[in-house]
C-alpha cells in the first residue's frame, strides 16, 4: 500500500513547483499524495503574476478533513503566504501532536520564488522560526532563505562559501528543529574547497555525488571539463542537533530547468522519510533524485522550466548521457567491478613501471607474451567485425585492428631495444595466462551475443589506457613517485598515455555505448554483460600476476 504524504503549499498555475511538484515527487516515490492549498497563483515559467490567499479557516478546514481520514506518514510545508495562514498550519499540527507523535515534519520555509517574486510576508517570519520550526524533523533554506531567516534572528550574514553553510546551519538549528539543510544551489564551489573544509573540520562527513571515481580517467578524453579538478560543484550541508554534519557535494549544472526545484527536493525527502529510509538517506537520494530531474528535463516554457519529475519511475537499466556522465555504461562497467579494476590499474606491476624499478626480466617476459596475446586481440575484433550490422560498426572493429597492428610495429621495434628479436617473440611459447585469456575472448567470440565480444575487448582496451593515463596523472604531481626521466618504461608509458593509443580509447568508449543503446539490454543480459566484464578485468589483472610471479 502506498505511504500517504501530505503537503501543505501553494499552488503552481504552471504546474512546475508548489503542490503540482510536490505531488509529482510524491508519486514518482511510490506515495499517495494528499494536499492543502494556501494560496493560489496565476505563475509560469517566467514569473509570478498575481497570489489569492486561502482564507485561513479554510486551510485549517483542508487540514483537519485530511488528518480526520487520512493515515499521514510525512508532512511538507512549503509556501504559507503571511502569518494567519502559518498560525493555523501550527495549531492544526499541534492538535495532532496531542493524539500522539507527528510524524516527520519537512519545512521548505519558501519566501522568494526563482524569478524573485516574493511568497511570503514579513509577519509570517516570526511565526515560522518561533513556532513552525520547533515542530519540524528538517528545515531546508536556500542562500537568500537562510539569509532572511538570520537576520530575522538579528544575524546579519552573507553566505557565499562552504564556512559560512556550515556556521549558519549550526545558528539556525538553534530554532528548535531537529536537523537543517542549507542547499547550496547558488554557490559555485570546487573540489579543493571540499578538501580544505573537510580538513578544518575533521569530524565533517563529505558524501560525493555524481562524480567520477579513481580510475576513471579514460571518461575523460573527450570531456576534460568535467574532471574533478576543474569541474564546478554545489554542495548542501545537513546539520542534525547532535552535532553530526554531513556535507552532500555534486555538479553544478547549467540549466534553465530549475522552476521548483527547492519543492521538489523537501517533498523527495519527505517520501524518502514516509517510506522508512533515516534522515542521512532520505537527503542524499531526493538530492540525486533533484539533481538528474534537472539534468533530464525537456526545455518547457519561455523561463526557468519544470524538472522531470518521473525520470525515475521508467527503469533504464543504463543511465542516460548526460554532460557530466558522457559515457554511462562504461562508467555503470567500472563501478560494477570496482576491486578488480583497482587491482588491475593499480597493479605492482603497473607501479614499478612507474618507477622505474621493475625487474628487467619481468618485463621483458611480459611483453613477449604481449605479443602473443595481441594475435588473439586482433583475430577477436575480426570476428566482431563480422558480427556487425553496420558499416559504422564494421569500421570502427577494422580501425581497431590497424590501431593494433601499429601497436605491433611499435611492439617491435621497442622490444629490439630490449635485445629481443622477431624470431623471439615468435618462437616464445604461451603462458597459461596468455592462453586463457585469448581462449576466452575467442570463445566469447564464438558465441551469439556480439555485445559479449565487446566487453571482452575493451576490458583490455580501455584499462591500458586507463593505465597509461593514471600514470600520467601521477607523474604530474608534486613529489611524484613516477619517475619518467631515465626510466627504462618511459616509452611504453607514453605509447599508452599519447594520442594513437588514446584515439583508440575513444572510438572503444562511442563504441560500447551506441552499441548499449542500439541494443539495450535484458536485466539477464545486462548480468551476462557485467559477468564478462569483470572476467576479463581479473584476466588482465593475472597478466601482470604472470609477469611478477617470473622468478617465484
Given at each position: 500500500m502506498s505511504n500517504v504524504v501530505l503537503t501543505i503549499a501553494g499552488s503552481d498555475s504552471s504546474g512546475g513547483a508548489g503542490i503540482q511538484a510536490d505531488l509529482k515527487a510524491f508519486a514518482a516515490h511510490g506515495c499517495y499524495g494528499a494536499s492543502?492549498?494556501?494560496?493560489?497563483?496565476?505563475?509560469?515559467?517566467?514569473?509570478?503574476?498575481?497570489?489569492?490567499?486561502?482564507?485561513?479557516?479554510?486551510?485549517?478546514?483542508?487540514?483537519?478533513?485530511?488528518?480526520?481520514?487520512?493515515?499521514?506518514?510525512?508532512?511538507?510545508?512549503?509556501?504559507?503566504?503571511?502569518?494567519?495562514?502559518?498560525?493555523?498550519?501550527?495549531?492544526?499540527?499541534?492538535?495532532?501532536?496531542?493524539?500522539?507523535?507527528?510524524?516527520?515534519?519537512?519545512?521548505?520555509?519558501?519566501?522568494?520564488?526563482?524569478?524573485?517574486?516574493?511568497?511570503?510576508?514579513?509577519?509570517?517570519?516570526?511565526?515560522?522560526?518561533?513556532?513552525?520550526?520547533?515542530?519540524?524533523?528538517?528545515?531546508?533554506p536556500n542562500k537568500s532563505e537562510a539569509e532572511l531567516l538570520l537576520s530575522r534572528m538579528g544575524t546579519n550574514v552573507k553566505i557565499n562559501d562552504l564556512d559560512a553553510m556550515l556556521a549558519s546551519a549550526k545558528?539556525?538549528?538553534?530554532?528548535?528543529?531537529?536537523?537543517?539543510?542549507?542547499?547550496?544551489?547558488?554557490?559555485?564551489?570546487?573540489?579543493?574547497?571540499?578538501?580544505?573544509?573537510?580538513?578544518?573540520?575533521?569530524?565533517?562527513?563529505?558524501?560525493?555525488?555524481?562524480?567520477?571515481?579513481?580510475?576513471?580517467?579514460?571518461?575523460?578524453?573527450?570531456?576534460?571539463?568535467?574532471?574533478?579538478n576543474s569541474l564546478e560543484l554545489v554542495a548542501d550541508v545537513l546539520y542534525h542537533k547532535s552535532g553530526e554534519t554531513t556535507m552532500f557535494v555534486r555538479p553544478h549544472i547549467e540549466s534553465s530547468s530549475t522552476h521548483g526545484t527547492g519543492c521538489t527536493l523537501s517533498s523527495a525527502i519527505a517520501?524518502?522519510?514516509?517510506?522508512?529510509?533515516?534522515?542521512?538517506?532520505?537527503?542524499?537520494?531526493?538530492?540525486?533524485y533533484t539533481h538528474v530531474g534537472i539534468q533530464t528535463a525537456h526545455p518547457i516554457g519561455k523561463g526557468h522550466g519544470p524538472l522531470n519529475h518521473f525520470h525515475n519511475v521508467t527503469k533504464f537499466l543504463i543511465p542516460q548521457r548526460t554532460a557530466t556522465n558522457p559515457y554511462p555504461f562504461t562508467r555503470l562497467l567500472?563501478?560494477?567491478?570496482?576491486?578488480?579494476?583497482?587491482?588491475?590499474?593499480?597493479?605492482?606491476?603497473?607501479?614499478?613501471?612507474?618507477?622505474g624499478t621493475l625487474d628487467r626480466a619481468r618485463f621483458i617476459h611480459f611483453i613477449k607474451q604481449d605479443y602473443l596475446y595481441l594475435?588473439?586481440?586482433?583475430?577477436?575484433?575480426?570476428?566482431?567485425a563480422a558480427k556487425s550490422t553496420s558499416f559504422g560498426w564494421i569500421r570502427s572493429a577494422t580501425e581497431t585492428i590497424l590501431n593494433v597492428l601499429h601497436e605491433i610495429g611499435n611492439h617491435k621495434t621497442y622490444c629490439s631495444t630490449f635485445g629481443i628479436t622477431e624470431a623471439d617473440l615468435e618462437n616464445t611459447p604461451e603462458s597459461a595466462a596468455t592462453t586463457s585469456y585469448?581462449?576466452?575472448?575467442?570463445?566469447?567470440?564464438?558465441?551469439?551475443?556480439?555485445?559479449?565480444?565487446?566487453?571482452?575487448?575493451?576490458?583490455?582496451?580501455?584499462?591500458?589506457?586507463?593505465?597509461?593515463?593514471?600514470?600520467?596523472?601521477?607523474?604530474?604531481?608534486?613529489?611524484?613517485?613516477?619517475?619518467?626521466?631515465?626510466?627504462?618504461?618511459?616509452?611504453?608509458?607514453?605509447?599508452?598515455?599519447?594520442?594513437?593509443?588514446?584515439?583508440?580509447?575513444?572510438?572503444?568508449?562511442?563504441?560500447?555505448?551506441s552499441f548499449a543503446v542500439a541494443d539495450p539490454p535484458s536485466a539477464q543480459r545486462l548480468n551476462e554483460w557485467h559477468s564478462v566484464w569483470e572476467r576479463c578485468t581479473r584476466l588482465e589483472k593475472g597478466f601482470w600476476d604472470m609477469a611478477m610471479q617470473l622468478s617465484e
Open positions: 492543502v492549498i494556501t494560496a493560489l497563483t496565476a505563475q509560469n515559467t517566467t514569473g509570478v503574476q498575481g497570489v489569492h490567499p486561502t482564507p485561513s479557516q479554510f486551510v485549517e478546514q483542508q487540514i483537519t478533513s485530511v488528518f480526520d481520514d487520512l493515515d499521514i506518514r510525512a508532512i511538507k510545508t512549503g509556501m504559507l503566504f503571511d502569518a494567519a495562514i502559518a498560525k493555523v498550519v501550527v495549531q492544526s499540527l499541534k492538535t495532532r501532536a496531542s493524539h500522539g507523535p507527528l510524524p516527520p515534519v519537512i519545512c521548505d520555509p519558501v519566501c522568494v520564488s526563482t524569478s524573485g517574486h516574493t511568497l511570503l510576508n514579513e509577519d509570517a517570519l516570526d511565526v515560522l522560526i518561533s513556532e513552525l520550526f520547533p515542530l519540524s524533523t528538517l528545515i531546508t545558528k539556525l538549528l538553534s530554532v528548535g528543529c531537529e536537523a537543517v539543510l542549507i542547499k547550496g544551489g547558488h554557490i559555485i564551489t570546487h573540489i579543493q574547497d571540499v578538501i580544505a573544509t573537510q580538513s578544518k573540520y575533521p569530524e565533517l562527513k563529505v558524501i560525493k555525488q555524481g562524480l567520477l571515481g579513481d580510475n576513471m580517467e579514460i571518461l575523460l578524453v573527450n570531456y576534460p571539463d568535467i574532471a574533478i517520501s524518502e522519510l514516509a517510506n522508512g529510509s533515516s534522515l542521512d538517506v532520505a537527503v542524499a537520494n531526493a538530492a540525486m567500472i563501478e560494477g567491478a570496482s576491486s578488480s579494476w583497482k587491482g588491475y590499474v593499480e597493479h605492482d606491476f603497473v607501479r614499478q613501471l612507474g618507477q594475435k588473439y586481440y586482433a583475430r577477436a575484433y575480426g570476428l566482431l585469448g581462449a576466452y575472448m575467442i570463445d566469447i567470440g564464438l558465441q551469439g551475443d556480439s555485445m559479449k565480444l565487446v566487453m571482452a575487448l575493451t576490458a583490455c582496451l580501455l584499462g591500458y589506457g586507463e593505465v597509461g593515463l593514471w600514470l600520467k596523472k601521477q607523474a604530474s604531481m608534486e613529489n611524484s613517485w613516477v619517475v619518467l626521466e631515465g626510466n627504462p618504461y618511459k616509452h611504453w608509458i607514453e605509447e599508452y598515455a599519447g594520442k594513437m593509443y588514446q584515439d583508440a580509447v575513444r572510438i572503444g568508449l562511442e563504441t560500447i555505448e
